[in-house]
C-alpha cells in the first residue's frame, strides 16, 4: 500500500506549497521584528503624499537663511544629556521667542525616537532640553523652529562620544564630493 496514492499526489504538492509560504512568511516576521536595528519610518505614506510640501519648506528653510548650531556633551550611559541649539538669522542675530521641538534617534537604533520642545537656555537664540540620549554614535536631529508665521527646519547629524563634545556631521556616505 501506497503512502500516497497517484492521484493526490499533485493536490498534497500544491497545498505543501502554500502552507510553507505561509510558514516562511511568519519565520520572516519574527527575524524582522527581533532585529534592534531595525525600523520603520513612521507615518511613511502621509510623507510621500504630502512631498510637495517638504520641497516647499526646504525653499522657504533657504529663503529664510537661519542656521541652528548643536552642542552635545560627552554622552553618560544610562544618564540624559543636555542638548542645546543656538538658532541664528541669515544676518546672525539670535532668534528668541521661537518655539523649538525636535526629535533625535540613534542611526543604529533608529526606532529609538527620544522627542522634546526645547526652552530658552541663557542668551537670546539658545534652547536647550535634558534628553534621554545615553548611546554613543551617530544621532540624527530633526528640528523644527516656529516663530509666528515663520518656520524653518533642519536635519542634521551628531557624532556623539562618551569622551567629549558630539561632532556635526556634514558629509555622508554617498554624497557628492565638494
Known amino acids: 500500500m501506497a503512502l500516497l496514492r497517484k492521484d493526490r499526489i499533485w493536490p498534497t504538492l500544491i497545498a505543501v506549497a502554500l502552507f510553507g509560504n505561509v510558514a516562511l512568511g511568519f519565520v520572516l516576521i519574527r527575524v524582522a521584528k527581533g532585529d534592534e536595528h531595525f525600523a520603520v519610518e513612521p507615518d511613511y505614506y502621509r510623507k510621500a503624499v504630502t512631498w510637495d510640501s517638504t520641497m516647499a519648506q526646504a525653499s522657504r528653510n533657504t529663503a529664510l537663511g537661519w542656521q541652528v548650531t548643536p552642542r ?34 540613534p542611526v543604529a ?43 524653518f527646519t533642519s536635519n542634521l547629524r551628531l557624532e556623539a562620544s562618551a569622551a567629549g563634545e558630539a561632532t556635526v556631521i556634514t558629509e555622508r556616505p554617498g554624497d557628492a564630493p565638494r
Request: hydrophobic content about 50%; glycine content about 10%.
Open 72 to 105: 552635545l556633551g560627552a554622552i553618560q550611559p544610562g544618564q540624559d544629556a543636555t542638548l542645546v541649539l543656538d538658532v541664528r538669522d541669515a544676518a546672525g542675530a539670535a532668534v528668541s521667542d521661537a518655539v523649538v521641538t525636535i526629535e533625535a534617534m
Open 109 to 151: 537604533y533608529a526606532d529609538e525616537v527620544v522627542r522634546a520642545t526645547m526652552r530658552p537656555a541663557g542668551e537670546a537664540g539658545r534652547y536647550g532640553a535634558a534628553m534621554a540620549m545615553s548611546r554613543t554614535g551617530l544621532w540624527e536631529l530633526r528640528i523644527d523652529v516656529a516663530r509666528g508665521a515663520e518656520r
